[in-house]
């Protein structure tokens, strides 16, 4: 077989595009993975699958040329059948590696509109890299390793698992037939029609055909699993599949999971289509989970709950993520982006979507306050680095894609959208998907298709306001200043994070507030760069609070008086808490980049010591690492008196909380005792580590005897105070739990030990016993580790390059992308953002690019800030703690 490439990529609007005068419509797919040969895997040699794949094809133009996806397939034997008769042989088949496609060329054309169907038989391997079609090992209940088959797709990956048309545009309807060992499991996006026997004794299973639907939604598993079910209101079968004998952790996810079916179904009027929804826990997973159209894939710890030992925290993840997977079930299943360009329309939706079903399932979580302190603060502090890129990005090839699966397109998506909804009303909103998802049922759609949907139901212009928010990169910074008449004027320009002067301007959908009437919020546009507020602070009105409830996708800063009013505004209660927040968060990004004294941002600090809500302790804990990795990882007198600050900050609501769960307590407060206990921990505070060491002693001695959600904290204190004992015991810990999430629990302190050469060990203990996947958890917990964690993480990396770069280089890159950020997270001075650029540049990755350069660009952030307020924070710092 020829290996030159004869081929010519079509260039829309400069994408890389298959040839487009070739359509599939229906494939017929019969893939049997070989799992009988699992001692050759375990020796870590290929497992292989075989495949035949059958294509109905649309000829739209005459053509003896049929183009499409392959990667690490062999195609043993291609024909066409041509009018429903005529047997064509391939010519020849043409590999282009570095495009992931194969030619084939046939001795005679194909006319338009002509009936031809392709005939491929193939071989191709179960890889280990969790992407494509891949193997995931498990152990039986009798101790024996064994390995499933399962997929993941999304972005470009089913090119792994069959030749194939693999854009999101063009969709087509499939039907699946595995071949699997008799005594394992096969599950698809749709149900079970046939089930037989072959002469080899093996299981023969046909599933019905899918609706219409791209490539990357597309999921088949052949494993051993147990399953709890229940259904909708509507008879809607739902399922959770789990490893054998522990189908009962599939409870609390089954519950959410019908509840939110019911929700969207309602909400987005439109029924869910599909006869069935499994959800599926797989043991190897690369990400959080994967919205297979009907068969949802998790990674086991975001899907199972075990009442005796999931925390809170997990708990509370596994509801968000089931919801934004479901959500996916309408946005990007049954209408999908045209192009990977308008992602944010899949992630941006699908994440705002589950706080919305999450808050209508357990509204006393309020989970719209964690909103704002997690998934619109990381979305702020990634858009603040010249770095960043417009939620539209011009993707023009397949390997760039993965570098936008990232806090821009899930989160900036969400706050643009939760931002626009506040401004058109939520039942506008509403309706307004509802129109858009019924015109586009079963196609493709792009932003601006959104855009003009919206507009038309809800009369405002949204086409102009929303595509310069959808189409620029960052955000704008909102200064407001006084003019002669002691007015306000408002101006706008780009935020970023190393304070440089930049352009930019929005539509900025302002809303405020003043002191005389917090409750009444006052709202309108703002389009030009500067405005006046029309609005003067005088006797009745004592502050101005800008971006009320923090709706808005943008940041404020105030005159030094305003900041200290709003500072005693807070202190006395009289300001919202998701307004206290967005005081937090501000005051911090703007000392951090240079707009704002950071003693100003401590002196907010300090109102909050009454502070009792949960998303304002989580923004603040955040706020405390950020000036204790810029402050305190090279400067040990910095370090000891933030410390004393954090501490003396903390105490306060660390006494109210307690060590002890109280009856039907708040779920906040359950989540918010083990951040707080364990960031006193982490700074040292005696009487808390003393506590908690207790609590670890009783935890060996019996881990029910101490509360799921503490059990993180007690374990931290006796590893980061404590030598090879603790780290042994932790480690044996590890060895001996079942449940994925307690074993992350072990990564996630085991890197905190003192001793930096267990710390190294510990990276190479993990490298050989830890799942791949998990392989990361290790890597950030050394990296948090206060004595030169973040450059043995560092050091790590440069001399295991290689290595990593095996297991990890083909996964997507994704993969890669965490691995850099881990490395790279807790990096804090100049001379390490030159060795990190130093080393990329002799290192190159493809599709990593924007990550290296993100975290160059944050390290010489936190730098400057040490740089330019040392001599602030000590002076401050000094003065607070000797009063």
């Known amino acids: 077989m020829s290996t030159n490439n004869n081929w010519q990529e079509t260039l829309k609007d400069g994408r890389h595009l298959l040839p487009s005068h070739i359509r599939p419509e229906h494939y017929q797919l019969t893939l049997e993975p070989l799992l009988e040969n699992s001692e050759a895997a375990i020796e870590g040699k290929d497992l292989n699958f075989l495949g035949n794949v059958v294509v109905r094809l649309k000829i739209l133009q005459t053509t003896n040329l049929i183009t499409l996806h392959s990667k690490d397939l062999e195609l043993t034997k291609v024909y066409c059948i041509f009018n429903s008769s005529e047997t064509v ?73 069959f030749p194939c048309w693999d854009e999101p545009a063009v969709k087509a309807t499939f039907e699946v037939t595995l071949i699997a060992p008799a005594d394992r ?27 219409i639907m791209s490539t990357y939604l597309l999921v088949f598993i052949v494993g051993e699993f147990d399953y709890i079910e229940g259904y909708t209101t509507n008879g809607l079968p739902v399922r959770v599949y789990t490893a054998k004998e522990s189908a009962h952790l599939g409870e609390f996810a089954l519950n959410v999971g019908i509840r939110t079916l019911n929700f969207f179904t309602d909400f987005f009027g439109i029924p869910y289509p599909l006869p069935k929804m499994d959800f599926v826990a797989i043991p190897d997973f690369g990400s959080g989970a994967m919205e297979n159209w009907g068969c949802i894939t998790f990674r086991d710890m975001l899907l199972l709950v075990d009442p005796m030992n999931t925390s809170s ?92 699966f990232d806090a821009i397109s899930y989160n900036k998506g969400a706050s643009v959208i939760r931002m626009l909804a506040d401004h058109m009303s939520l039942s506008s909103f ?70 440089k002067p930049a352009g930019g301007q929005w539509t900025v959908m302002l809303r405020y507030i003043v002191s005389s009437s917090p409750s009444q919020v006052k709202c309108r546009l703002m389009e030009g760069p500067q405005e006046e507020l029309n609005h003067v602070l005088g006797k009745q009105d004592k502050w101005l609070k800008v971006n009320a409830y923090q709706s808005g996708v943008y940041r404020v800063n105030y005159p030094q008086f305003v900041w200290e009013a709003l500072s005693e505004a807070t202190k006395n209660g009289e300001l919202d808490a998701m307004d206290r927040l967005g005081l937090s968060m501000d005051s911090f ?10 003693s100003t941002a401590l002196l907010l600090i300090c109102s909050f010591k009454d502070e009792t809500e949960y998303a304002c302790w989580v923004n603040l804990l955040s706020n405390f690492e950020g000036l204790s990795l810029a402050f305190g990882t090279n400067d040990e007198h910095c370090s000891q008196l933030l410390n004393r600050f954090f501490c003396h900050i903390l105490r306060g609501i660390a006494s109210q909380l307690g060590w002890k769960r109280k009856e ?150 994704h993969m890669l992308s965490n691995l850099i950020r881990a490395s790279t997270s807790r990096l804090s001075s100049k001379e390490d953002a030159q060795q990190v650029e130093t080393f990329f540049h002799e290192n190159q990755v493809e599709g990593c690019e924007r990550i290296i ?25 000094n003065k607070y703690l000797n009063e």
């Open 89 to 161: 042989p391939v010519s020849d088949v043409s590999y282009d590696k570095e495009q992931q496609t194969v030619s084939l060329e046939f001795p005679k054309p194909f006319e338009a509109s002509s009936e031809v169907t392709l005939y491929i038989d193939f071989i191709g391997f179960l890889n280990d890299k969790m992407v494509g079609f891949y193997r995931a090992k498990y152990r039986t209940k009798d101790g024996e390793t064994r390995f499933m088959a399962t997929t993941h797709f999304e972005p470009t990956d089913a090119r792994c698992a």
């Open 664 to 813: 039907d307590e708040q779920h906040s407060i359950s989540l918010l005792r083990p951040k707080v206990l364990q960031a006193l921990v982490d700074y040292q505070d005696s009487h808390t580590i003393e506590i908690a060491k207790k609590h670890f002693n009783k935890y060996v001695e019996d881990p029910n005897s101490v509360d799921t959600d503490l059990r993180i904290v007690a374990m931290a204190a006796a590893v980061s105070q404590g030598g090879r004992e603790e780290y042994e015991k932790v480690k044996e810990m590890y060895e001996t739990f079942t449940l994925n999430e307690e074993k992350v629990r072990c990564l996630r302190v085991l890197g905190r030990i003192p001793d930096p050469q267990l710390a190294e060990k510990m990276l190479d203990w993990s490298w050989k016993h830890v799942r791949p996947g998990d392989f990361m958890f290790a890597l950030y917990s050394l990296a948090m580790n206060r004595h030169k964690g973040p450059q043995l993480v560092w050091h790590y990396m440069q001399t295991h390059w290689n290595d990593l770069l095996e297991r990890y280089g083909n996964g997507g890159n």
């Open 185 to 211: 499991d096969c599950l698809s996006n749709m149900n079970v029609i046939s089930e037989q026997y072959n002469d080899a004794g093996k299981k023969v299973v046909r599933f019905e055909k899918t609706p």
């Open 589 to 598: 990004a703007l000392a951090r980049s240079g707009f704002l004294p950071t």
């Open 313 to 404: 925290e997990i708990r509370t993840i596994v509801a968000e993520v089931v919801a934004h997977e479901l959500a996916h079930q309408w946005f990007g299943n049954l209408v999908t982006m045209e192009w990977w360009t308008h992602l944010w329309l899949n992630e941006g939706f699908a994440t705002w979507a589950a706080y919305l079903a999450v808050d209508h399932l357990f509204p006393d979580w309020e989970v719209w306050k964690d909103f704002v302190s997690s998934t619109f603060a990381s979305a702020l502090k990634l858009d603040s680095l010249a770095s960043s890129h417009p939620i539209e990005v011009d993707v023009k090839k397949a390997s760039d894609v993965n570098e936008i």
């Open 853 to 877: 350069e993100q975290s160059i660009e944050e390290i010489n952030v936190v730098a400057s800030w040490y740089q330019r307020d040392r001599e602030n924070i000590l002076s401050w710092l």
């Open 430 to 499: 509403q309706q307004g998907l509802q129109v858009y998802l019924k015109q586009f049922l079963y196609k493709n759609a792009t932003t601006n298709d959104l855009w003009k949907t919206l507009e038309q139901v809800s009369g405002k212009p949204i086409v102009r306001i929303m595509s310069l928010w959808t189409r620029q990169t960052g955000y704008p910074l909102i200064e407001i200043k006084l003019n002669e008449k002691k007015e306000f004027i408002l101006e706008q320009k780009r935020f970023l994070a190393n304070g």
